[in-house]
């Protein structure tokens, strides 16, 4: 909404007041952009650049890099590795949360509310470096150690406790009237699910599904911890492994896999905005 | 979305409304019986059955196993490693008496303070309210901006900001004319404040704008119409109408920024641990030091601390609720 | 068929608040019945527990010959239309009026055939691939009816059937709704809190109150005979007379005035507190003296449109009349009242407001 000036004498200080806010506002904007696209700057520019390094330039025009990177014998599998490890925690989480966000939106189970947040809040306990060992432990003994679905599960498991609360919270927004309705024409729990309640809160479901397939992809320490066979590492751990080698970093390297490995990530997130927008974040019914 | 890169952070949303709102003016009648769609207590236990199921295992076990650990002496080397003593409160009092918990713990809630309580939140809410009056250009290039700092993966972000603060070749030197300047060791804590402050800050822009969408236009042009200025409009109209989102959204960014781990790709918590905040002393501790035991402890220290604050919110958040009513 | 009877009706919620207390009512088969009351009377709860969506805790529920007070609510043949309408969003209009065919698995071709012709009986046959979103407000509210009358069931259930209607659109639905159930001769019980409306569409009526009926009759017995200080109180588009009064040698002293008893009023005793009713379209208002009117001075006049609401204070209290436009008197004026006789009713002061009658 604009706010309109109301047409009225003012003094040639108020109007210079106005000026000078104004400007003053401009400033801070274009501080901002520049603030927030520096960084960026080098995933756009460095790729292309004939001359890859810490500096991002705008030296030529150049797609050389990418020969670098199409014979790393590491990138395509690591992308595939990245890819099974987003979807699978991704469709897992989905499924199970969905279930337990409509049961536990729809009856009344005591202490449903603390122990949701008791989840949550032991969940960043797991997610912090101390647990990894005792869940490197845990998965030893389960045989699951340099078994990517030992990755799924337990992603899965640290990411399920968010994922039931925003479903949750998304499903307790759908009006009860149409499940009443269907169970007063007669349909059984399982149609109520499938025909009615499953396709309402589709829009929910993408957004929990990009939001988990995100933290996913883009997390380092536990297929670090737990995968051994480096074929297996997805791209986050081996993004890290070609700049943590001691030495210079091979940039043209580094460059164009960020830019691969960053890339699926964006066009999600744009593709599931643009068709479901976010209405939901942060409990804000839109 | 990621916020940072290395653990698997979990991105709590906030508690949905708590219930009907109690009317007062009438007895509340409950319209509901608890279970309107006929699901049945037993179909209920059975769809929510898997999913608790394998957080029981890869979630809640081995967080209670940390804790366990945590009153042991367990260590990769020396002696607790071949027989861990139970010790008890040991390993607590050790951490509460060790100076260099109590600098990281101080480390912590200066970064959690600065980046996150007033970084993110001020600047969160400065977007999205420019957002409202700003030209379609402004507000989508720096929505796009934004929203790109959040979502890319942790390990990219991080190489992007070391390649930023380079000292020999890095962008920022290069522009401002300063050769040789190292940031990340010269002033680590402004760096990693700085560095999440540009990446966490689109969580609350994003926050902030649903919020500002639910402030009904009639009190802002009943303000308006008072002679309230934009500042007051803010003051009185707007800001008492988010409070609550004000409130979970503080909540939810200082709980992620906590734990956040991801400063360590930035400065290594260096150096001379000047800006070693707890994630990354636990990780020094219990990882690279072996010392589980006493890193465990102090995982459980730093829930305390969530834990405080969580309850503190609700709190908060009730009593807003009973003004309101 | 399918008459509505329920039996020392109740429902208890865990708290101990009892939402519907104690309610007998019979329904006839083909009946337009509505639910009247304030919010929170528990009509709405009444109907849930109808429904089957709510459970009774006491009593007993029959539909036709059948006992249905523990059946699903799947299973007992009546269809529910919500104020909400509760269209599935996801479906389209075919789709939505067919759901109930579906569930009664109904082959695909033949629901649709079914519901593409009970959809055209209500003039929605061209907007069958729609969605409910592309709809307008009374669109959807015929779709919703659609789907309900598909499955042709033994009774409806309307909650609020016209509160999500524009105010003029409100009128001409009423009208609609009415026709609608008469050619289809289907039981119905609609719940309202608008009393115009179910004085307008009901063929009887149950006014509720706190989770009980405190009368049940046809729109005209509840409108020249309310039970109770409450009826008389709810009904009526300009609130009914109702003052307070006490029975002093023969007449009622109304502490500035006096009038007569009612003569059929039989039963009460010296020194009774009563309360005295009678509608303001029945209070005779005259600029000059009339024998055993009320002398009061106009304080308020209010245009009602072809008549005025003229309200006169009398002593400590105050009387309200109806006046044809052609009669209506100015502020400050001197007025007469006179009550019709045979139009004025007595109500206890005390216990439940009850009428006393001969």
């Known amino acids: 909404m604009t706010t309109v000036q109301a047409p009225s004498t003012r003094s040639a200080g108020a109007v210079l007041g106005l000026v000078a806010g104004r400007t003053a506002a401009y400033a801070g904007v274009c501080v901002l952009v520049v603030f927030f696209a520096l960084p960026l700057l080098w995933l756009v520019l460095t790729p292309f650049s004939p001359t890859p390094s810490y500096r991002a330039t705008l030296s030529g025009f150049t797609l050389d890099n990418f020969d670098n990177l199409l014979s790393n014998p590491q990138t395509w599998p690591s992308i595939r590795n990245s890819l099974y490890l987003a979807t699978g925690s991704s469709v897992l989480v989905i499924t199970l949360a969905a279930l337990a966000a409509y049961a536990l939106s729809r009856v009344r189970i005591p202490g449903r509310d603390q122990l949701l947040y008791a989840l949550l809040l032991l969940s960043s306990i797991v997610t912090g470096t101390a647990a990894m060992v005792p869940i490197f432990l845990m998965l030893f003994q389960l045989g699951l150690i340099d078994r990517q679905v030992g990755v799924v599960l337990v992603l899965s498991g640290g990411l399920l406790p968010a994922a039931v609360f925003m479903l949750k919270d998304f499903v307790d927004s759908i009006p009860r009237s149409y499940e009443e309705s269907a169970r007063v024409f007669g349909a059984s729990p399982s149609q109520i699910l499938r025909h009615i309640v499953l396709p309402v809160i589709r829009p929910g479901m993408a957004t929990v599904g990009v939001w988990a397939l995100v933290q996913v992809w883009g997390n380092f320490l536990v297929p670090y911890v737990l995968l051994s066979n480096p074929s297996k590492q997805p791209a986050a751990v081996v993004m890290y492994t070609f700049y943590d080698a001691g030495g210079q970093p091979n940039f043209a390297l580094i460059s164009t896999f960020a830019l691969v490995y960053s890339i699926p990530v964006v066009v999600l997130y744009l593709f599931v905005n643009r068709r479901y927008g976010f209405a939901f974040q942060g409990g804000i019914k839109g | ?325 | ?358």
């Open chain 3, 1 to 358: 068929m399918a008459s509505v009877t329920l039996t020392e009706l109740a429902k208890q919620y865990p708290n101990g608040v009892r939402g519907v207390d104690g309610v007998d009512l019979e329904i006839g088969d083909g009946e337009f019945f509505a639910l009247l009351g304030p919010s929170g009377c528990g009509k709405t709860t009444l109907l849930r527990t109808l429904a089957g969506l709510e459970t009774a805790t006491e009593g007993r529920i029959d539909i036709g010959d059948r006992d249905v007070t523990t059946v699903p609510p799947g299973e007992r043949d009546v269809a529910m239309v919500f104020q909400d309408y509760a269209l599935f969003p996801h479906m389209t209009v075919s789709d939505n009026v067919a759901y109930p065919l579906r569930i009664q698995k109904v082959g695909k071709d033949e629901r649709s055939r079914r519901a593409l012709e009970t959809a055209r009986g209500l003039s929605l046959g061209a907007l069958m691939e729609r969605r409910p979103a592309q709809l307008s407000g009374g669109q959807q509210q015929r779709v919703a009816l659609a789907r309900a009358i598909a499955c042709h069931p033994q009774v409806f259930l309307f909650d609020e059937p016209l509160s999500n209607l524009d105010a003029r659109l409100r009128l001409e639905a009423r009208t609609f709704l009415k026709q609608l159930q008469r050619s289809l001769g289907v039981t119905t019980v609609f719940v309202t809190h608008d009393q115009a409306e179910a004085l307008a569409m009901a063929d009887r009526m149950a006014v509720m109150d706190s989770g009980r009926i405190r009368q049940v009759g046809t729109p005209r017995e509840v409108f020249q005979r309310p039970a109770n200080t409450f009826v008389a109180n709810f009904i009526g588009a300009t609130p009914m007379n109702l003052l307070d009064a006490q029975v002093v040698r023969g007449q009622l002293d109304f502490g500035g005035f006096t009038l007569p008893v009612p003569e059929s009023a039989t039963g009460v005793a010296e020194g009774d507190k009563v309360v005295y009713g009678v509608r303001p379209e029945y209070m005779g208002c005259a600029a000059g003296p009339v024998d055993g009117a009320v002398r009061g001075e106009v304080r308020a006049v209010e245009n009602l449109g072809v008549n005025v609401l003229v309200t006169v204070d009398a002593g400590e209290q105050s009387l309200r009349a109806v006046v044809p436009e052609a009669d209506e008197p100015d502020l400050g004026d001197t007025a007469y009242l006179s009550p019709a006789p045979g139009r004025v009713l007595l109500y206890r002061a005390d216990g439940d407001g009850e009428l006393i009658s001969a």
């Open chain 2, 1 to 325: 979305m990621a916020t940072t890169s290395q653990a698997a952070d979990v991105r709590p949303a906030p508690a949905g409304t708590p219930g009907p709102a109690p009317s007062g003016q009438r007895a509340p009648t409950p319209r509901h019986d608890g279970d309107v769609v006929g699901l049945g207590r037993a179909r209920a236990v059975a769809f929510v059955a898997p999913a608790m199921v394998l957080v029981a295992v890869f979630l809640v076990f081995p967080a209670a196993w940390t804790l366990y650990l945590g009153l042991l002496d367990y260590s990769l080397t020396g002696s607790g490693a071949k027989a861990p003593t139970f010790v008890g409160l040991g390993n607590y009092t050790a951490a509460l008496s060790d100076p260099a918990f109590a600098k990281s713990l101080y480390l912590t809630l200066l970064f959690v303070g600065g980046s996150a309580v007033l970084g993110q939140n001020v600047l969160g809410f400065f977007l999205a309210w420019y957002f409202r009056t700003a030209s379609r250009v402004a507000r989508t290039t720096l929505n796009v901006l934004v929203l790109l700092a959040w979502i890319l993966p942790g390990s990219v972000v991080a190489f992007l900001w070391q390649a930023l603060l380079d000292r020999r070749n890095g962008t920022l030197n290069a522009l401002l004319g300063t050769t040789d300047m190292a940031w990340a060791i010269d002033h680590p804590m402004a760096v990693i404040i700085i560095f999440n402050i540009w990446r966490g800050t689109a969580f609350s822009m994003l926050l902030y704008t649903a919020a500002l969408g639910t402030v009904p236009r009639s009190h802002l042009e009943v303000a308006r119409m008072a002679g309230a200025g934009s500042w007051q409009q803010l003051r009185d109209v707007v800001l008492p109408t988010v409070k609550r989102h004000i409130l979970t959204n503080t909540l939810l960014i200082t709980l992620w920024t906590f734990n956040d781990f991801s400063p360590y790709l930035l400065t290594g918590g260096g150096p001379n641990n000047e800006s070693e905040i707890l994630p990354v002393y636990i990780y020094k501790e219990a990882i690279i030091g072996g010392h589980l035991g006493y890193g465990s402890a102090i995982s459980l220290l730093l829930l305390i601390a969530n834990l405080v604050i969580a309850v503190l919110y609700i709190r908060l958040l009730r009593t807003r609720d009973s003004e309101a009513a």
